[in-house]
């Protein structure tokens, strides 16, 4: 269903708003600096900045725990050049969103990630293009090449997000998941070679067979996942993919030649994949908790150096990551290794997407004087703006030497071993999916990188211990271990689990169908005894193929390649 149009005119600018969070994407190693065009092709003058006090509402999908109601010296930066204080409402219950989408009564802002179509299809949002041409010059410029990727569909080109997951011009300097393993457990293994999940397990076997217990007498535990509601698609069924030597799209494979989207659960490689994890809950390497545990308490568990292994991203974990290394347990910490089932398939891991838009922000029908927001946001896109979320201020968190930035070793110490308490204080971490920026790699105006995640700052951040890791196996970094991005072609969809669906869709309709089939079987397969996993997996096949799974498929493919006409300008 094509999604209510809502043009901004006068009438619609007259109070209130809201922000969201997460994400990210691949694009090439080379050094990039901002691109001047605009999105439209046009310039007018920018009208003056109110800076009135004034306070939006906002609904984020993703928490940030390190919020501070913008008391951090950014967020009081922010206020001080835009007016503008966020009241910011957390969806920590799964169901918020939807239930937010179904109410009528919207946040001013709006960062719903993956359900946007709920949203749009309500007609609730508005319809952002007029108001960037206004008042976004900055935002012109920073989406200016990928202007098509911004808009909603070939059939409604309006623009309702502004995309804040993903940053500009991307380029991954380090790795991140999925495969995880402490130190400790690495280093009493001798450093062995881990390519392949039979060395991935070889290494918590043998600590934990060595190591029954942590030094307080707690149980070590060989492997951990987590499958607390959608959190069961990053931890224990997206590494599929990466273990497969395919491209992590959600839920759905996509065949880079066709186009043909596949429900991914339905290729054979993936079913041994989940055989391997049925081994290691067969002979006792699983974490028996892995499928009724909270997230507070899987991270509870990494924290107290429990876990050999884990199976997750980085940013799953982080908090868990950044407690270790607070108490001074840094060799319990975690290196990311490119495993794979076997060794006759490559890690996709960095198949590049070029930037992907989508998840983002969103402003509401109702919120007054949305062009507040817009100037907002703006400002966060700006280069003082850019330079200030990511590095914080020139003599507070950075100073700049033969003109280049450089973080001082007394701030580094602080934001690699109090990391929550720096975030908190300095407001950088923070601000990064609230607002639109470049990814890793861009270069400003002074030839500086934007961000803080260039290969010797990333360097500068390791503890003594990643590198003796890293020393060991003649790595300089952890995507090291990884195929680089230069040996793939980039997807001209960019990633599949971005894309917007209609709700009313039968594509969307099935999917809710799929997606409480999955959740209750793949646990049930992976706990089950080794001699009924055959009979289990056929099972669930046949329940995706009772569900109109072919369907799905179909119809997923459609948009697909609608997508690819979209952004390619056809």
């Not at 906002?58 to 967020?75: F, R, T, V, Y």
């Not at 072919?550 to 390649?561: A, G, L, S």
Request: charged letters at 25%; glycine letters at 8%.
């Amino acid at each position: 269903m094509k999604g209510k149009v809502l043009k901004t005119s006068a009438l619609l600018l007259t109070s209130a708003m809201l922000v969201g969070s997460l994400a990210a994407c691949g694009s090439s190693d080379k050094e990039k600096e901002p691109e001047g065009t605009t999105g439209t092709g046009t310039t007018t003058e920018t009208p003056a900045v109110d800076t009135t006090p004034i306070t939006y509402t906002m609904l984020a999908a993703d928490p940030s725990p390190d919020w501070n109601q913008m008391q951090d010296a950014i967020g009081k930066k922010i206020t001080e050049k835009t007016g503008i204080t966020l009241k910011m409402d957390f969806a920590t219950d799964a169901n918020k969103v939807s239930l937010v989408a179904a109410s009528g009564d919207y946040p001013d802002i709006i960062s719903a990630k993956g359900s946007s179509n709920l949203f749009v299809d309500a007609g609730a949002v508005l319809d952002l293009t007029d108001l960037i041409e206004k008042y976004g010059p900055n935002l012109k410029k920073i989406y200016g090449d990928y202007w098509n990727r911004l808009k909603w569909s070939n059939d409604d080109q309006a623009i309702y997000v502004i995309p804040t997951y993903d940053g500009v011009g991307q380029t991954y300097f380090d790795a991140g998941g999925a495969f995880s393993l402490q130190h400790q457990a690495v280093e009493e293994a001798g450093y062995p070679a881990i390519k392949t999940v039979q060395d991935y397990e070889k290494v918590i076997a043998d600590y934990v067979a060595k190591h029954p217990t942590t030094a307080d007498g707690k149980k070590t535990l060989g492997l951990s996942l987590l499958a607390d509601d959608w959190r069961i698609m990053i931890s224990v069924t997206n590494p599929a993919f990466q273990a497969t030597g395919a491209s992590d799209d959600g839920e759905v494979y996509i065949d880079p030649k066709t186009y043909q989207a596949t429900f991914h659960y339905r290729r054979p490689e993936e079913k041994e994949y989940f055989r391997w994890l049925n081994h290691m809950n067969d002979i006792g390497l699983l974490d028996p908790e892995s499928f009724v545990q909270k997230e507070d308490q899987y991270k509870s568990k990494i924290a107290q150096g429990r876990v050999v292994g884990v199976i997750d991203q980085k940013w799953g974990f982080q908090s868990a990551i950044d407690t270790l290394k607070k108490d001074g347990k840094g060799n319990e910490a975690y290196g990311f290794y490119s495993v794979q089932l076997n060794d006759k398939t490559v890690d996709h891991s960095f198949e590049p997407t070029g930037f992907m838009g989508g998840w983002g922000l969103m402003i509401s029908k109702d919120t007054k004087n949305p062009e507040r927001i817009i100037q907002m946001l703006d400002y966060l896109a700006s280069e003082e703006g850019q330079i200030m979320i990511n590095w914080g201020f020139e003599g507070e968190q950075y100073k700049v030497e033969n003109g280049k930035r450089v973080i001082p070793q007394d701030v580094q110490d602080k934001k690699t071993n109090d990391a929550s308490n720096f975030h908190k204080t300095t407001g950088i971490g923070l601000w990064t999916n609230y607002a639109p920026h470049y990814g890793d790699g861009v270069k400003d105006s002074t030839g500086n990188y934007f961000t803080t995640n260039f290969p010797e700052q990333i360097v500068a951040a390791y503890t003594a211990e990643d590198k003796k890791v890293l020393e060991k196996y003649g790595k300089t970094t952890w995507k090291d271990f990884y195929p680089s991005e230069t040996e793939f072609s980039p997807k001209p969809w960019g990633a599949a689990w971005n894309l917007p669906i209609p709700s009313d869709s039968d594509a969307n309709i099935i999917y809710n169908k799929l997606t409480p089939i999955v959740r209750k079987s793949i646990p049930e397969i992976i706990l089950s005894k080794p001699s009924e996993f055959d009979a289990k997996w056929d099972a669930f096949m046949a329940e995706l193929e009772k569900n109109d799974v072919k369907k799905y498929e179909d119809e997923y493919t459609k948009y697909i390649q609608e997508r690819v006409d979209l952004w390619s300008g056809k």
